[in-house]
């Protein structure tokens, strides 16, 4: 029963957005808000990390945070560009080399700043 209730708020908020006229903005605006909140907490998750884990970022040399911080450069680009760059098949490829290439060179950042320690 539980179930089936839900279901039922889901269609009868569809219906809404369907049915009553600037549905389809509103729609849009709910979903733009729950993405801003979603990168919010994301910035704010990468802000707490940095203060817990600022000295040995600091105990990086500049080449090391110079790779570091550009490979959390082309993450974000690529996750802003995702849409458009897989929906070509050469796109699709160079989005996940870029990918690969930001996270091994993190790791590689990582394992050196540790076997230094």
């Known amino acids: 029963m539980r179930a089936l209730r839900n279901i039922a708020i889901i269609a009868l908020l569809a219906l809404i957005v369907a049915v009553v006229p600037g549905g389809d903005n509103a729609a849009a605006a709910l ?35 110079g790779l570091f ?4 450069g082309a993450i974000v680009l690529m996750i802003a560009g995702a849409q458009k760059l897989t929906s070509t098949g050469g796109g699709l490829i160079l989005w996940f080399g870029v990918i690969a ?3 091994i060179s993190i790791i590689k950042v990582w394992g050196d ?3 230094s320690y």
Do not use: K, T
């Open 69 to 72: 911080v550009g490979s959390l």
């Open 31 to 65: 979903l733009a808000l729950i993405s801003m909140l979603f990168l919010v907490l994301i910035v704010a998750g990468g802000y707490q990390l940095f203060r817990q884990y600022r000295f040995q970022y600091l105990g990086l040399s500049e080449n090391q945070r």
């Open 101 to 103: 290439f930001a996270v």
């Open 113 to 115: 700043s540790r076997s």
